[in-house]
């Protein structure tokens, strides 16, 4: 098989597994280093009140366990853009994904709660390290015959993931009170899995930018903010919305986010190209991404509530929520046909658009029958396959490839403050409105459908906006390093009177800027 391009390469110490060759290899091990972190996160709340009985947790330790988790996931792929721009990137993964393991064995094995917190925050944390160090290698470290599978890959590893958590979590809830323990140790062995296979592929890196600027200041809006963001969100388990243990850490961590994009917007050097980011495919990639992902977390957790509610047992829960996989799957094999057509962004769109239908369906979960989940979870698992991983592309692919470090971290940290913090708030609101949790829930699930319907609307209108036109993206350009794929044009370019295609070139309509960055930390 074809080694991967030089430029991923050291110059230095030649060390290399003797996997480093096998394309397959790499992708297991992305595979293995994001999906047991990943599935968790939708499981966890299924068996969480058992967990809370062994390691002596009350619910509002393990709401707030679960939230800085979480947090820790975000920061961690901000962290780790930083350090692939001064240290070597291979060198890292393993160091990311020994830790995972050293985590892993804490949360199963923890005869105390500061064992399991610990385990728990360690996951988070080197699971967003290892995002940034494995992915983007196996996105364009590979000949461009191989984006496709690679596309596919990280739709099942990431989204595929989140859609079999619940029926994971209903089978262990329901298997009796200590099975959470066996499914922790299974997620250990899946991190050493990883952690083998970082050394057997392993092939050194240099650093992408040593003599690019540190930046401090980008890392602590980063971690503050999710920090206080993700504190307030899981605080509403045992606060009222407006209490003071909640809505100041959700103002101050969200305030603290939008300070961070504005400071990397306005940068000399940033960490992240916001501006760069800031035409039109880019930004409907991240609006479609965080949408979707916002509205798909919540519908899932509101779901498995009100049919527990209802008495169903918790294993028949996770059984209901099979179609949702299966439309992951479907989900990711359409992408994988369409992924070098002019038609991704209609996939996102379409997808998006889905998740509203679900979450339309889904509201009358708390007193309709069995099938109406089947059906709701199903065409939730497509529309979140379906949407968030070609939204990733799409931005992806309005840079050179050179930027999908930056691209990833940046989308990541805004997707994961969306999906995993609205949920407790919407949580929150099925509890406290509507006078009964049948009502409180159905209100909560509507929330979701307007998230997703706006998402969507906005998505289209910036589209108007731009009168852009679905075109191929020219992937081969695009993995030389140097040129995007597909020029994306200004925003709102038509009220702007700026040109569709400044450039003159029929196939690439371009913006009025041109938006070529240098690598990850050295644009000035």
């Known amino acids: ?36 972190y990943l599935v968790l996160s939708t499981t966890v709340g299924a068996v969480g009140a058992s967990i809370g009985r062994d390691v002596g947790l009350g619910e509002q330790a ?27 990137g291979r060198r890292l993964l393993v160091t990311y994904a020994a830790t995972f393991v050293i985590g892993s064995v804490l949360a199963a094995w923890a005869p105390t709660s500061g064992l399991f917190v610990l385990g728990r925050i360690l996951q988070g944390a080197t699971t967003g390290l290892m995002l940034i160090a494995a992915v983007p290698p196996l996105v364009i470290g590979w000949p461009p015959a191989r984006l496709t599978s690679t596309a596919m890959v990280m739709n099942m590893g990431i989204f595929g993931a989140v859609a079999l958590g619940p029926v994971i979590g209903g089978t262990v809830a329901g298997a009796g009170e200590h099975a959470w323990r066996p499914l922790f140790w299974i997620v250990a062995g899946f991190g050493l899995g990883a952690f083998l296979l970082t050394l057997l592929t392993f092939h050194d890196q240099d650093p992408a930018n040593p003599q690019a600027p540190w930046a401090p200041g980008a890392l602590l809006l980063a971690a503050a903010g999710c920090g206080a963001t993700f504190f307030g969100s899981a605080e509403l388990t045992s606060h009222a919305f407006v209490s003071t243990w909640v809505l100041l850490p959700l103002i101050l961590g969200i305030s603290l986010i939008v300070l961070l994009v504005l400071q990397q917007y306005h940068a000399k050097r940033p960490l992240m190209p916001v501006r760069e980011l800031s035409s039109t495919f880019p930004v409907v990639g991240i609006i479609v991404a965080i949408t979707a992902g916002a509205s798909s977390v919540a519908v899932i957790e509101l779901t498995q509530s009100a049919l527990l509610a209802k008495g169903t047992d918790p294993g028949h829960v996770g059984t209901l929520f099979w179609p949702q996989f299966v439309g992951a799957v479907v989900a990711a094999g359409l992408f994988g046909v369409l992924f070098h057509t002019k038609w991704t962004k209609v996939i996102a769109l379409s997808g998006l658009v889905c998740v509203a239908g679900a979450a339309a369906i889904l509201t009358g979960v708390s007193n309709g029958g069995e099938g109406l989940v089947w059906v709701g979870s199903g065409l939730l698992g497509f529309g979140v396959g379906a949407s968030v991983a070609p939204a990733l592309f799409i931005a992806g692919f309005s840079l050179p490839s050179n930027n999908v470090p930056q691209i990833f971290a940046l989308i990541e940290l805004l997707r994961a403050v969306a999906a995993f913090s609205v949920a407790p708030i919407l949580a929150h609101v099925a509890l406290t409105t509507g006078g009964d949790p049948a009502t409180g829930t159905r209100t909560a699930i509507w929330i979701c459908l307007g998230l997703a319907v706006g998402g969507a609307f906005v998505a289209v209108y910036l589209f108007v906006l731009a009168r852009a036109k679905p075109h191929h993206p020219n992937i081969d350009r695009w993995l030389g390093g140097e040129e995007p794929a597909f020029d994306s044009p200004a925003l709102a370019a038509a009220i702007r009177g700026l040109p569709n295609d400044p450039k003159g070139h029929s196939d690439y309509p371009g913006s009025s800027v041109d938006r070529r960055p240098t690598p990850v930390g050295s644009g000035d």
């Open 1 to 36: 098989m074809p080694s991967p391009p030089d430029r991923h390469h050291s110059t230095g110490w030649q060390v290399r597994g003797f996997l480093a060759d096998s394309y397959w290899s790499a992708a297991i091990l992305v595979v293995l280093a994001l999906v047991p």
């Open 62 to 88: 393990m709401s707030l366990t679960n939230g800085m988790s979480n947090a820790a996931y975000a920061v961690g792929a901000v962290v780790a853009l930083q350090l692939t721009v001064h240290l070597r």
